[in-house]
C-alpha cells in the first residue's frame, strides 16, 4: 500500500519556522517525484515545492524562493520542507504528493491544481501563520 504522511505542521507568528515532513511508503522512493503543495481557504490548489531524489533537481514557487528549502533522506523515505520566514500568506494546509518521475518533468508541480495532477497524496498538514 502507498502511503503519504505529512507531520510538522502548527501555528507560528510571522517570522518564524516550522520543519514539514512527508514519510513515504509502498513504492520505491527514488522513482517519484515528491512534492508539497497547499490549499488556503478560497484559492487553488498550488505547488510550492517539489523534488527529484535520483538527481536533486527542485522546484519552488516564486512566493516561497528563498524561503522554503525541499531536501530528501533516502535511507528514511521522508521529503522536508524548512519553511522559514512565515508570512500570514503562508496559512495553508500543506500536502504532500508524488508522482512517478519518468513521466513528471518539475515544471509539473508549477500547474497542479487539483487531487488527480499527482498519483498520491497525504492528508496534510495544518499551518497556521499569525500576525
Known amino acids: 500500500e502507498v502511503q503519504l504522511v505529512e507531520s510538522g505542521g502548527g501555528l507560528v507568528q510571522a517570522g518564524g519556522s516550522l520543519r514539514l515532513s512527508c514519510a513515504a511508503s509502498?513504492?520505491?522512493?527514488?522513482?517519484?517525484?515528491i512534492g508539497w503543495f497547499r490549499q488556503a481557504p478560497g484559492k487553488e490548489r498550488e505547488g510550492v515545492s517539489c523534488i527529484r531524489s535520483s538527481d536533486g533537481s527542485t522546484y519552488y514557487a516564486d512566493s516561497v524562493k528563498g524561503r522554503f528549502t525541499i531536501s530528501s533522506d533516502n535511507a528514511k523515505n521522508t521529503v522536508y520542507l524548512q519553511v522559514n520566514d512565515l508570512e500570514p500568506e503562508d496559512t495553508s494546509v500543506y500536502y504532500c504528493?508524488?508522482?512517478?518521475?519518468?513521466?513528471?518533468?518539475?515544471?509539473?508541480?508549477?500547474?497542479?491544481?487539483?487531487?488527480?495532477?499527482?498519483?498520491?497524496w497525504g492528508k496534510g498538514t495544518l499551518v497556521t501563520v499569525s500576525s
Open positions: 509502498g513504492f520505491t522512493f527514488d522513482e517519484y517525484v
Open positions: 504528493a508524488a508522482r512517478g518521475a519518468i513521466a513528471t518533468a518539475m515544471s509539473h508541480c508549477r500547474f497542479v491544481r487539483d487531487y488527480n495532477d499527482m498519483d498520491y
